[in-house]
């Protein structure tokens, strides 16, 4: 596992120097408006950018089938992922804390939207490996498009009179918050599964 996780790391190192001055980007756009909903939402996504990133790599080198041939499992092939992807999080997660200073400080407000962002990321990951798992790549990035737009094509269906005032949620934002990290540690797990069960059925 660790030498996946290496594997891994290693293959990303040629993306660092670009993901790097995108970040220092990010840091001065987020310090000029002292916004750290932008720099944590900009962490979000390059953290999801380079999840795909690492299975496209894996993709074109057709890694899968070569390491099949070595005593790894698919199981463990499937399970590096998931680690890589958490160690991604927790990595834009330390960056953010550590330029929390220079954006308003440590407050409960900032922890709150470094956890709500952690989890997002967690959650949209959750959705993006099976479907990278299953369909590969180029065909998943479509899927992924195409079921982020439904959301919205719903909203935009339904009837204004039909349409919920979220509002009222705000009396309830902690149970909320806390259902909501609840859901997503769910969905984690049930990810993982239905992703090893693909890799186990699939043909390489």
């Avoid at 509002?167 to 918050?177: I, K, P």
């Amino acid at each position: 596992m660790k030498g996946l996780l290496l594997k891994d790391l290693i293959n990303l190192k040629s993306q660092m120097k670009i993901l790097g001055l995108l970040l220092l980007f990010y840091i001065f756009l987020a310090y000029q408006n002292r916004d750290l909903a932008f720099l944590s939402g900009m962490l979000m996504i390059l953290s999801v950018m380079l999840s795909i990133t690492s299975i496209a790599f894996d993709e074109r080198s057709r890694w899968d089938p070569y390491a099949l041939t070595m005593p790894l499992s698919r199981r463990q092939l499937v399970f590096s992922k998931y680690i890589l992807n958490l160690l991604l999080i927790a990595a834009g997660g330390l960056i953010i804390f550590g330029v929390l200073p220079f954006l308003g400080g440590i407050n409960q407000e900032s922890l709150l939207i470094l956890a709500v962002t952690a989890a997002s990321a967690l959650l949209i990951n959750s959705l993006l490996l099976p479907i990278m798992f299953k369909f590969g790549v180029e065909k998943g990035r479509y899927i992924l498009v195409m079921l982020s737009l439904i959301p919205f094509v719903l909203t935009m269906l339904l009837p204004k009179s039909l349409r919920f005032d979220l509002t009222v949620l705000d009396q309830f934002s902690s149970l909320l918050a806390v259902v909501f990290f609840l859901f997503v540690l769910g969905a984690f797990a049930v990810s993982l599964l239905i992703s090893v069960k693909i890799m186990e059925a699939k043909e390489l």
